[in-house]
């Protein structure tokens, strides 16, 4: 049996069919630190590991020489792979080739897009930056066989990714995602990989502001917003949407609203993350807004935030949000059976608002690739970690721009009426109960979280009923209380994602709210224990 090759012995084959002369560079000064470094000769053998797959969202790393990160000779084996697939499955139309503003986006675009055109396709490139709704926009409207986004979304600067769509226009599922990666481990050096140059850049961004400002169900426009794009590539197509939709007051934070691929104000580029949003929230205070919209740097996830009667502003939740927003859509009806969809790891009110407007319920695993394709009739879909698919007939994704036209229309109808978002909220509660909802994570040893999941999945703590909807997911129940539980697929712990629903009794709401924030502060505590229970003396 053969011997898999040293990292030493893999980096000079890489180097050898890389055709970007800075990553070899790069890689062969590693190579030489190595030999008196043990830092350099860990973070040589991390390089050289393996190649990156398809996760929930794509191929995603940090932008780096070797096949674990993302640069043009990875680009051009992955795309070899994609258009291999395409044509075994004798499906070889347009292609069509979008991009963000991070590091090594453009030359990443540039990449993907000769190798298709090498391979034979016809090649459409959207003109520069543009947000990840535009171009899964692009695959339906264009009538393309696939489509390719270079982006990271929300992960930190270093990294970038490589995300396909298909001609459905939803992300790659399985099993398609591991037989493109068979045919990319099939794909020659990338230094042989055929570069065509016919490739035509089209813009569809005007037909996507076309749809997305029909949205609005209601003729409400008196609304102040304040929106941050974090730096990211969604700013500017956000505030046309919004202005064509008839939202024309909406205030940006100045030194975000560029793209800037360091992401300089903030630690971390998503929305979710403690201080992310901090400036968003003080523009908003100070210009008396409305309501405060964050899209993530990319555009596909949308952040809402919303006053209080004392003038504090509150970020949502992603629950929050997707309660607001499906129920919002059902309202206004015009629907012929209608589905709306979520993940196991999302509130379950939307169960709830489905069944009160007549309408259909899915639940799906995590990712927009499932949410979409939920079954027949989907008019929206939402996932916990801020994405929203308010459009499924035109982008069959989460859209955080789409997302944050219905939301205006949502606030300034609620206006008109002498009401706030807050009252909403307060009435969705007082009829489907008060659904609290929140994400933990407990870092453990790869082998001590493995082990975790076995016991669990072996048998369930006392008190509970569990379910498996797949291999590495459990859902744990018992009375009006839902724990789900999943192993990260990226670091060392497992994630949990708790749930409390507690009815409201005499239309005391703030008494249900009370006993929800106790059975979920009793549920967290409960969590650490639960996934990794001490050892007997």
């Known amino acids: 049996m053969r011997r898999p090759p040293s990292a030493r012995q893999a980096a000079l084959r890489w180097i050898a069919d890389d055709p970007d002369p800075a990553t070899r560079t790069e890689l062969q000064e590693l190579l030489t630190a190595a030999v008196a470094s043990s830092t350099a000769a860990a973070d040589l053998a991390e390089r050289m590991s393996g190649p990156l797959v398809f996760g929930t969202a794509g191929l995603r790393g940090p932008v780096r020489a070797g096949p674990s990160g993302m640069n043009v000779a990875v680009v051009r084996r992955a795309t070899a792979g994609l258009a291999a697939w395409l044509a075994g499955r004798d499906e070889r ?3 069509v080739v979008g991009r963000d503003a991070r590091h090594g986006s453009a030359e990443f675009a540039e990449a993907a897009a000769g190798v298709l055109a090498g391979a034979g396709f016809a090649v459409r490139v959207l003109p520069g930056p543009l947000p990840t709704p535009v171009l899964a926009f692009a695959v339906r409207e264009l009538g393309a066989v696939a489509g390719v986004q270079i982006t990271a979304s929300h992960n930190p600067p270093a990294d970038n990714g490589y995300k396909v769509y298909l001609a459905d226009g939803a992300q790659l599922a399985p099993p398609s995602d591991r037989e493109i990666e068979a045919a990319i481990a099939a794909a020659p050096g990338a230094a042989a990989i055929p570069i065509g140059d016919d490739v035509e850049t089209v813009d ?5 502001l076309q749809r997305v400002a029909r949205l609005p169900r209601g003729a409400a426009r008196g609304l102040r917003v304040a929106l941050t794009p974090l730096h990211g590539v969604g700013g500017a197509t956000a505030v046309e949407a919004l202005r064509r939709a008839g939202f024309d007051d909406v205030h940006v934070v100045a030194e975000q609203a560029e ?3 360091a992401f300089p104000t903030v630690g971390f580029p998503n929305p979710e993350e403690p201080g992310a949003t901090d400036a968003l929230l003080a523009l908003a205070a100070e210009v008396g807004a409305d309501l405060a919209v964050a ?5 596909d996830r949308c952040a809402l935030a919303v006053p209080s009667a004392a003038g504090r502003w509150r970020m949502l939740t992603g ?10 859509l059902l309202r206004a009806g015009g629907y012929t059976d209608p589905l709306v969809a979520t993940t196991v790891v999302s509130g379950e009110m939307l169960r709830s608002v489905a069944e009160a407007h007549g309408a259909r319920y899915a639940e799906t695993l995590t ?3 499932w949410i979409v394709r939920g079954g027949p009739g989907l008019v929206y879909g939402y996932e916990e970690a801020l994405g929203y698919c308010v459009d499924p007939d035109t ?7 789409a997302a944050a036209v219905l939301a205006c229309d949502l606030a300034a109808g609620l206006a008109a009426r002498g009401r706030t978002i807050d009252d909403r909220l307060d009435e969705l509660a007082l009829a489907h109960g008060v659904h609290r909802t929140e994400g933990v994570s407990v870092r453990l040893a790869p082998a001590a979280r493995d082990a975790a999941v076995e016991r669990l999945r072996a048998g369930p703590p006392s008190g509970w009923e569990s379910s498996f909807p797949a291999p590495d997911v ?3 129940r018992r009375e009006r209380e839902r724990l789900v539980i999943r192993p990260s697929g990226t670091e060392p712990k497992l994630k949990a994602y708790l749930q409390v629903v507690e009815p409201v009794t005499d239309d005391d709401l703030a008494s249900a709210r009370a006993r929800a924030a106790d059975r979920l502060a009793e549920l967290r505590a409960a969590v650490p224990a639960l996934l990794d229970p001490p050892t007997g003396p």
């Open 93 to 95: 139309g347009t292609v």
């Open 204 to 208: 569809v961004t005007e037909r996507y």
């Open 259 to 261: 793209p800037d691929p």
């Open 295 to 299: 899209l993530d740097p990319d555009a």
């Open 319 to 328: 629950d929050e949000t997707g309660a607001l927003l499906g129920d919002h």
């Open 367 to 369: 990712g927009f690739k």
């Open 395 to 401: 982008v069959r994704d989460k859209d955080g721009i």
């Open 474 to 476: 459990l859902v744990l």
